[in-house]
């Protein structure tokens, strides 16, 4: 079956970068579009960026354009988010999601991996 | 940037009791590409209802979904114990920058 498991997470000084990896199997990765989603303690999902099956077509929210970038490996299976400039504001876990098509619900999520930004 | 606000912010109900959550969008949400999800604590969220109306795979029949244009309703019949937790809206019209609404809590009376 479909299995997201997301790494890389931890604690972080702000204004430093950290790579999250989100490896991916039970299905055919280069297939399918993926999304990065976040959610700081306590409150709600915050829709981040998305990549299609190819890496051809991205997409970020405003708060995170220009310091997140989301990339994929297709030969690994695996999805990445490489956030630089971080801040306190980007403390929260971080989940990647799988979707089958462009205008899709996330049927598929990971279990999450936790950044911490702190000084 | 489609808006999606949900109300209440909070509801208290006891086990059997029916439950009715609002989603407001602040533009119309072509397709119904309307979605709920429900988060438990510690877990990731879990797909409910998909396209406004549709139930995602294993998702008991007390869970359905209503609406199109700009307001839905995500109704659960007949509350179970493990019913009682967060729920988001999401949009999937204008893809590909998906947007949640801030979640209701569900909460045992």
């Known amino acids: 079956q479909v299995q997201l498991v997301e790494s890389g997470g931890g604690v972080v000084q702000p204004g430093k970068s950290l790579r999250l990896s989100c490896a991916a199997s039970g299905f055919k990765f280069d297939n399918y579009g993926m999304h990065w989603v976040r959610q700081a303690p306590g409150k709600g999902l915050e829709w981040l960026a998305y990549?299609?099956?190819?890496?051809?077509?991205?997409s970020q929210a405003d708060p995170v354009t220009g310091r997140f970038s989301i990339f994929r490996d297709n030969a690994k299976d695996t999805l990445y988010l490489q956030m630089n400039s971080l801040t306190t504001e980007d403390t929260g876990f971080y989940y990647c999601?799988?979707?089958?098509?462009?205008?899709?619900?996330?049927?598929?999520w990971g279990q999450g991996v936790l950044v911490t930004v702190s000084p | 940037e489609i808006v999606l606000t949900q109300s209440p912010g909070t509801l208290s109900l006891s086990v059997g009791d029916r439950a009715t959550l609002s989603c407001r969008a602040s533009?119309?949400?072509?397709?119904?590409?309307l979605a709920w999800y429900q988060q438990t604590p510690g877990q990731a969220p879990r797909l409910l209802i998909y396209a406004a109306s549709s139930r995602a795979t294993g998702i008991p029949d007390r869970f359905s979904g209503s609406g199109s244009g700009t307001d839905f309703t995500l109704s659960i019949s007949r509350l179970e114990p493990e019913d009682f937790a967060v729920y988001y809206c999401?949009?999937?019209?204008?893809?590909?920058?998906?947007?949640f609404g801030q979640g209701t809590k569900l909460e045992i009376k």
């Open positions: 533009e119309t949400i072509g397709s119904s590409f």
């Open positions: 999601a799988k979707v089958s098509g462009y205008s899709s619900p996330f049927r598929d």
């Open positions: 999401q949009q999937y019209d204008r893809s590909p920058m998906y947007t």
């Open positions: 990549i299609s099956y190819d890496g051809s077509e991205k």
